[in-house]
């Protein structure tokens, strides 16, 4: 009996087995990331890389984090480059280097496990021409680089470690005094009101002639070399490459920014983690600028400055660049902390056009979807599409369109006590930037202090912004100044104060099923001379005069109120 229960047991087996063999795996299909895209978009092209492949251990690195391995890997990547390129392994352990210069045809390569920790000596990145910030300048040679390459990959689940704490200076308010005291007896140069670190005297100096990081009043390379300690570089830097891949690696603690492709075409990021602490001054995440045919997937961020960040240049050079950041579908990303989840600008004096966002989440970010400006950069963002967007706990505004970017990060604008712009009309020229066409839906925010953010100019409105099925709770509500064509439907906002709804100088606004728990008056207060055809339909107003507050210099017959 037990020989026939075996024997019939035997031959289900070999079925079953057969059976299965037979049959097709079954997948979990991914879904197709450029369908439902609104423009059109080329599919991206990724890098072949050839069949070759080499360890670093096989050119001398050694693990430990005690001995360069920087000739050892320029070696290992030259080896394979002679092969017509190839892929260069880091296996587990921890690899010191100084800069790794990328090459054609090339896969960087790390393992689980392997940690590259790049070394704070600073001697060994020379300053080089490259551009930051928008402008053209010298720094310090980006810890993996490359320029006018194709074909290039960094892959892997290993860790990049740019040892940013030895070039940034740091606040102390962003310190505990424990850590702060640490911070000082480790050396470096506080400053007169001792509420900022220095790593270094000519990192002090750099710092009182530079705009926005970069010193304008330096010209030759002579002069940048006396403040080469300020001039800290970008994580990695991409410069005028094509088809290009990153997937895998962790990228944190860099100097600048984390990512920078600039003016490169094909690109391609995910499956990736940035990671920065929160007090990182120009700590962001990714900075793709001047790219054309981009995306970025299923990535994480957590950085001290922007997440994902779209730029094309500053002011003139950036407008003589005339390269937009075109194409860039950003789809299934996590932004942890920074100051936007998905920022446009400020600098984007080439323009921006055709942009996708959609299943992103951003937790804490100082602001959500953020697109900042100001008169000078010149420059279109128009064409950008966002949908199905989450976010949680956001300081200041969910949604900011903001077209008076002064420089600082919207928590320190509201500490410095920013207030409303004056109305002042200046001429349309070259300089003026213009932003239209967005087109937003699908959107909710748990806790914000300002749930959409609407400021255009007065010589150049906001247009046609087109909003539907948002769902915010926020201190204040939605304020919109100096737009046109602006079109919202199925608006949700649970505030604490009023108005809900606060206009101001926008033309041609319809607003349609406004949703609101507000017990405070007024509901919705428009405001302005330049004010010209609000539409106001299905808002389940039951007092008017009470609950729509219109200012005594809004043109007649300006605000039409709707069933």
């Not at 079953?16 to 299909?29: D, G, I, L, R, Y």
């Not at 352990?93 to 590259?116: F, H």
Request: glycine share 8%.
């Amino acid at each position: 009996m037990n020989v026939l229960k075996t024997t019939i047991t035997l031959v289900a087996t070999t079925f079953f087995a057969v059976f299965a063999a037979s049959q097709p795996v079954k997948t979990t299909q991914q879904p197709d990331l450029y369908a439902g895209i609104e423009f059109e978009m080329p599919r991206v092209q990724e890098p072949v890389i050839p069949a070759n492949s080499v360890l670093i251990t096989d050119f001398g690195a050694k693990s430990g984090g005690q001995e360069l391995c920087t000739q050892a890997i320029r070696d290992a990547i030259n080896a394979v480059a002679k092969k017509g390129g190839g892929k260069v392994i880091f296996p587990r352990g921890m690899w010191l280097t100084g800069p790794i210069i990328l090459k054609s045809n090339i896969e960087l390569y790390t393992e689980s496990g392997a940690l590259v920790v790049f070394s704070t000596d600073k001697s060994l990145y020379p300053l080089v021409e490259t551009n930051f910030e928008g402008f053209n300048t010298f720094r310090c040679m980006s810890p993996i680089n490359g320029r006018n390459l194709e074909n290039i990959a960094l892959t892997g689940n290993g860790i990049f470690d740019g040892s940013g704490e030895a070039w940034r200076a740091v606040k102390k308010e962003k310190l505990t005094e424990n850590q702060w005291k640490t911070l000082v007896l480790s050396g470096g140069v506080v400053s007169e009101n001792g509420k900022t670190w220095y790593p270094s005297q000519q990192f002090r100096d750099g710092e009182k002639q530079a705009e926005m990081n970069v010193p304008r009043n330096l010209k030759t390379k002579a002069e940048f070399e006396n403040i080469r300690d300020f001039l800290r570089p970008v994580m990695v830097s991409l410069i005028s490459c094509k088809k290009v891949l990153i997937d895998g690696p962790t990228f944190q603690n860099s100097p600048a920014w984390c990512l920078h492709p600039l003016m490169c075409e094909d690109f391609t990021l995910r499956n990736t983690a940035v990671r920065n602490p929160w007090y990182s001054q120009n700590g962001d995440g990714i900075d793709i600028e001047s790219c054309k045919n981009s995306i970025i997937h299923d990535c994480t961020f957590d950085v001290g400055d922007d997440g994902i960040c779209i730029k094309s240049g500053k002011d003139k050079e950036g407008r003589d660049r005339k390269m937009p950041n075109e194409n860039l579908i950003v789809k299934n990303c996590i932004v942890f902390h920074g100051h936007g989840g998905v920022t446009v600008g400020s600098e984007m004096s080439s323009g921006v056009k055709n942009l996708h966002v959609s299943n992103c989440t951003f937790i804490g970010t100082d602001v959500g979807l953020r697109f900042k400006s100001n008169r000078g950069r010149g420059g279109v963002v128009e064409n950008i599409y966002i949908s199905n967007v989450e976010m949680m706990n956001i300081p200041t505004q969910a949604i900011s369109f903001n077209l008076y970017y002064s420089g600082r990060s919207a928590s320190e604008d509201l500490e410095a006590g920013t207030g409303g712009q004056p109305l002042v009309l200046l001429p349309v020229t070259e300089e003026t930037p213009q932003f239209k066409n967005i087109f937003i839906r699908d959107v909710n925010c748990k806790g914000a202090m300002t749930g959409i953010f609407l400021q255009g100019l007065p010589e150049m409105n906001l247009e046609n912004v087109q909003l539907e099925n948002i769902n915010m709770e926020a201190d204040y509500g939605l304020i919109c100044s100096d737009a046109t064509e602006v079109k919202i439907k199925n608006l949700t906002l649970i505030t604490k104060k009023s108005p809900v709804v606060d206009l101001k100088n926008s033309k041609d606004v319809v607003i349609e099923d406004l949703n609101t728990q507000s017990v405070n008056f007024p509901v919705i207060k428009v405001a302005g001379s330049m004010t010209e055809n609000i539409v106001l339909k299905n808002l389940s107003i039951t007092d008017a005069d009470k609950q729509i507050l219109i200012g005594k210099d809004v043109p007649k017959d300006a605000v039409n109120l709707e069933k």
